[in-house]
C-alpha cells in the first residue's frame, strides 16, 4: 500500500545514505592527505558503497510510484584528530543508520506496507554487516595501540575484501 508516511521516511534515508557517501569520502580524503593508504582505500570503498545505497533508494522510491528526491548534503567534518576518533565516529553514524531503518520498517508495519518493509529486510542485514566489521577495526585498533599505524594501515585493506565478499545491498 502507498503510504505518504513511508515516502517521506524513504526520502529521508536517500538523503541520509547519501551524506554517509559524502562523510565516508571525506574521511577517506582525510586518511589520503595523512599518509594512510589502506584507510583511504577502505573508506573510498565505503564511500562508493553509500551511493550505490543511495541509488537504491531512489530507484526503489520511483519503482513504488512514488516521487524521490535528490537532496542538498550538509558539508562533513573534514578533519580528524586521529585514526580511532575517525572510527569511532564510523560507528556512531552506522548505528545511527541502522536506528533510522528500523524506523522506517516500524513505519511500514503501522501503515501495512509490506512489500516496502520486505524489501528492506536487505538494508536491515546489511546494518548488521557494517556494524560488525567496524566493531572488528574497532578491536584491531584497539591491539595495534596508537604507534603502530603503519600495521593497522596494511591490514585494513585485507579486512574489507573479508567482508565485502557477502555483501549484497
Ligand atoms: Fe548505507
Ligand atoms: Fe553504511
Redo the contacts with the bound molecule.
Sequence with gaps: MLSSKVEELMNAQIEKEGY?SLLYLSMASWAESKGYPGISEWLYAQAD??KN?MLDFVHYVNDWLWKAVIPVLKKPTASYSNVKVLFNDVMSH?QF?SASINDIVAMCMEERDFTTQNWLQGFVAEQIE?EASVQAILDKLNLVGEHNMYMFDRDIVSMRNDSSSEDTA
Design positions: 554517509s558503497e553509500e545505497h552506522e543508520i557494517e
